[in-house]
């Protein structure tokens, strides 16, 4: 209790002196600046822009954007809208006139159409499509193919001429146990491309003695392109008794190359008779040829004078090597072979002869 009571007096001396220390201001007041009059102040006028032309720029489209959903906000308190300001008694006093329209139209600044570009004449040529000829093509009428394709009786063709050919396709020798021997097979014609006159000629002679002769005279009619139709007469001189044939058939040019003929034959007393020949050229070099050759005989009749049999009577088969010197002349080596079936062979058993014959020719090929 003497504590506190020795506390207060010096309690209320303390608050005493910060009292006398506060000072009073409220004999100090602020000057407060004077409102300025506006009134004075006149807003420049407004420039009348009509005589500046300018020109329109073009604005590109630009696609409109998506707008965005606007962010969720969280809730305020509404905000207090502000007093409208009073630009008359401010002395901002609007213009009472409002300024003219601009006309465009009267200043050129109508929308610019676009004028295409000459890029011809800029010397930006087009680059010319792959498939189009640097050289433009005229269009084709019927007065550029008359010029161009007169009509076929105004076009000679040119195979009125008489022309002749003859080729000796084997003329060669070999050696059997009977002596020696040569064989030939040939042929010429001489005419145009359409008509000609055939000669045709093969046989065989060997220990001086002619083991088989004959010879064809034809006329050949092209009918299709590398082939002819033949018709004429054959004479046998060998073997036995001459005797003559009545002949028709075709010649030319199968295809893969392989150069065939077919005859046909009637004889004396009923006799009948084919031929089938065919023959390939194969080129190992230019100069150097392979040939192969088949050929095979037929007859209708048993004859056994002559030694022919009815039925397949021989068939020979050949292989030929040549190299052509020139084109004209060709010597060859090669191989043949020769085979008699049924009754012919039966003959040439009766008569001591061989059935087979193997041998090795040698002989030279010419045409011109």
């Not at 009292?19 to 009134?39: L, R, T, V």
């Not at 300024?99 to 004028?115: F, L, R």
């Not at 890029?119 to 161009?148: F, K, S």
């Not at 084997?170 to 020696?180: C, P, S, V, W």
Request: charged share 20%; hydrophobic share 40%; no cysteine.
């Amino acid at each position: 209790m003497k504590t506190i009571m020795t506390l207060a007096p010096l309690a209320a001396g303390l608050l005493l002196a910060l009292n006398a220390a506060a000072q009073d201001h409220s004999q100090y007041q602020m000057p407060m600046p004077a409102a300025q009059d506006h009134s004075q102040h006149q807003m420049p006028a407004m420039q009348d822009h009509t005589q500046h032309q300018v020109k329109p720029k073009a604005v590109p489209k630009v696609k409109p954007k998506p707008k965005a959903k606007p962010a969720a906000t969280p809730k305020t308190k509404a905000a207090v809208p502000a007093a409208p300001m009073d630009h008359a008694a401010m002395g901002h006093a609007m213009p009472a006139q409002q300024p003219a329209a601009v006309d465009h139209s009267a200043m050129g600044h109508d929308a610019a159409q676009p004028v295409p570009m000459d890029h011809a004449a800029m010397g930006h040529a087009m680059p010319r499509p792959a498939d189009q000829p640097i050289t433009p093509i005229p269009v084709l009428t019927d007065e550029v193919r008359a010029a161009a394709i007169p009509p076929p009786n105004d076009h000679p063709v040119h195979d009125n001429g008489v022309q002749h050919y003859v080729l000796f396709n084997r003329l060669e020798g070999f050696d059997t146990d009977d002596g020696t021997g040569m064989a030939w097979e040939g042929q010429a014609w001489v005419g145009t491309d359409l008509n000609k006159l055939w000669l045709r000629s093969e046989g065989e002679r060997v220990g001086g003695h002619t083991e088989g002769a004959d010879l064809e005279v034809l006329y050949g009619r092209a009918f299709a392109r590398w082939w002819d139709v033949v018709g004429g007469v054959r004479h046998d001189f060998k073997p036995g008794a001459s005797q003559d044939f009545v002949a028709i058939g075709v010649q030319g040019l199968a295809p893969y190359k392989f150069e065939v003929e077919a005859t046909a034959y009637l004889g004396q007393s009923g006799q009948t008779a084919a031929r089938l020949e065919a023959e390939y050229e194969t080129l190992l070099t230019n100069r150097l040829i392979l040939q192969p050759l088949v050929e095979v005989n037929f007859y209708g009749k048993n004859d056994e004078r002559r030694g022919i049999g009815s039925g397949l009577s021989t068939a020979e088969a050949g292989l030929r090597l040549r190299y052509e010197v020139t084109r004209q002349f060709a010597p060859y080596i090669g191989v043949v072979r020769e085979h008699a079936f049924g009754r012919t062979a039966d003959f040439r058993r009766a008569a001591g002869e061989d059935v087979n014959d193997t041998r090795i020719v040698a002989g030279i090929r010419i045409w011109f």
